[in-house]
């Protein structure tokens, strides 16, 4: 069995901001937290990492209450936030899914740094989530090496024989490439996030392409032709 675990913005879709735009909305309207975000990274980083250098940005003290209040808050405000912000599904997406189901031998699922609720709430926005039904998200942890850990767990517990030469990350960002390596899987980067093909090559995927706009090219590049 082949295991592919996608990613989700800049892989899957380009939610145009929303994720971050909700993000710093929770902090508004939780704790009146208005002025301008700036210094943030957020590609290929988990939400709770992000949130995190939210709070700290702030000056707010990070505790169990204050926890409980923003994540509701952003799940709240999420789906009108998908809504407002004119995101799409990338290029090919969605035909490659299809073609995917169409297989018994292929096995997709997630490794994303958003929540788990914030990544049913985006795929649900962009009617994706049938095609999805177990992961490793960025809830309890800052490091995506960590998250990855979560997604082959998840792995091997449908699949307890399964073969890290079968296992594939796709991801858009160097941090994509990374986490595969934590967990001894092969990863497919994709230019479609931030970050060019020339960037993602410098730090050795095991194949690159442009865009997923092109299924066969897709499965060719993870030797399902």
Known sequence: MNVLLFDIDGTLIDAGGAGQAAMEASMASEFGANPPVTGISVAGRTDRAIAMDLFRFHQIEVNEDHWRRYLSSYFRLLPGSLQTHRGSILPGIENLLDTLCGRTDVMAGLLTGNFAEGAHLKLLHYGLSSHFDFGGFGDE?????????????????????????????????????????????????????????????????DAVLKDLSDAGTVMNSLGLS
């Open 141 to 205: 942890h800052v490091d995506r090496d960590d998250v990855a850990r979560d997604a082959i767990h998840m792995v091997r517990s449908r699949l307890p024989e399964v073969d890290l030469n079968k296992v594939w990350v796709i991801g858009d960002t160097p941090s994509d490439i990374r986490c595969s390596r934590a967990i001894g899987a092969k990863v497919l980067a994709v230019g479609t996030g931030i970050f060019s093909v020339g960037e993602l090559q410098q730090h050795n995927p």
